[in-house]
């Protein structure tokens, strides 16, 4: 029954009825149509993780065909659903495994195609992939590129503060010392230089290193660093190369540098200006401190002229501790004035440690 504008109870038509019947069927079947989708799309969903999980569990023991297999097939069912995140992570697995079973041509080809989303997510793998690709194939060069983005990128993971960050450091440090071996093969040992100090550098803050490899590399680093020839890039080396040695606590090992990094870099005050607190601080720790007044005083005049007025501080600081030690101590009680004032200046406290 039905009311119309009146008011007027009336009888609805059979075909009305027939008309409600049928609507109320087609929902159930489009309903039931979408349910039937979404039960589809979680089973691909499902099988393209056990896939993959079998094409990583055949790489691990080295059987390399059931892994493309597997990862062949991981990417053909990815390609029925809409998700590109799920594609492009299918696509990257497969190339990252051609390039694993000997394949780097093919590798490089999958791994071209394989863009990163809106997040760039696993661009930091994508690019090392890429870079043992083009190694396998003779272009050094090329590899070397793709290494050292990589490790930038690696390294960035680690400076964000989040979970698993020295695993990103070590992932740096493995990056820069392929692109290191990459450039070296290729001649350029400039750049294989440079490469072989930040590997050092990030070997050094992932904690997981021992310090013989550590020292290894910077040593190494030092003994290529000859074959730069501007002068600024290697004082760079050089004073970043001290003061990972410095972070080590080996003293001798870091003034050496430093001092040789001083005359390359008079050209660039700030730069001077750190290197010459960096060795005062040094000479402090291996208690030379009639060495150390020159680099102490020098660093809190330039630090002045600069307006780096909590840095000026800490040179003060460092000034007054050496002067104490050589008995000088109303020139001592002087530096630790001007040093107390710099620190009210900045709102900051005295450090003796030395920095980039």
């Known amino acids: ?26 929902k159930k079947a489009d309903r039931s149509g979408t349910d ?17 999980a079998a094409g990583h569990a055949a790489l691990q023991r080295g059987d390399n065909n059931t892994a493309l297999q597997s990862f062949k097939s991981a990417l053909k069912s990815a390609t029925k659903l809409r998700e590109k995140r799920l594609q492009r992570t299918c696509a990257f697995n497969l190339g990252a495994a051609y390039v694993e079973a000997g394949e780097p041509q093919k590798g490089l080809d999958v791994l071209s195609r394989t863009q990163p989303g809106e997040r760039g997510e696993r661009i930091a793998d994508l690019q090392f992939n890429l870079a043992t690709a083009q190694e396998a194939l003779g272009d050094l060069t090329q590899a070397a590129q793709h290494y050292l983005q990589a490790a930038q990128l690696y390294r960035s993971q680690g400076d964000a503060g989040a979970e698993g960050d020295t695993c990103e450091w070590d992932e740096a440090a493995v990056s820069f010392q392929r692109a290191a071996e990459s450039y070296k093969l290729a001649g350029n040992t400039s750049a294989a230089a440079l490469a072989l100090k ?3 550098k990030h070997m050094l803050q992932s904690g997981r290193s021992s310090s013989e490899d550590i020292i290894s590399v910077l040593t190494d680093s030092l003994e290529m660093s000859s074959s730069i020839g501007d002068q600024q890039t290697l004082g760079k080396l050089l004073s970043d190369v001290a003061l990972s040695f410095s972070q080590m606590r080996l003293f001798s090992e870091a003034s050496q540098c430093y001092e040789q990094a001083l005359p390359l870099i008079s050209s660039k005050p700030h730069r001077l200006a750190v290197v010459l607190q960096n060795l005062g601080a040094v000479y402090n720790s291996l208690s030379q401190y009639q060495q150390s007044l020159r680099f102490h005083r020098e660093a809190a005049a330039l ?51 030395t920095h980039t």
């Not at 009311?3 to 109320?24: L, Y």
């Not at 007054?320 to 900051?348: C, I, K, M, N, P």
């Open 1 to 26: 029954m039905e009311t119309d504008v009146n008011g007027v109870i009336t009888t609805c038509s059979v075909r009305d009825a027939q008309e409600k019947q049928k609507k109320k069927k087609k």
């Open 36 to 52: 039937r989708a979404e039960v589809e799309e979680t089973d691909v969903q499902l099988e393209i993780e056990r896939l993959t």
């Open 198 to 200: 930040d590997a050092g």
């Open 303 to 353: 630090h002045g002229l600069l307006g780096s007025r909590r840095d000026q501080g800490r040179c003060f600081s460092n000034l007054g501790f050496a002067l104490v030690e050589l008995g000088e101590l109303e020139e001592a009680w002087e530096s630790y004035l001007h040093a107390q004032q710099a620190f009210r200046d900045t709102g900051t406290e005295p450090l003796t440690h």
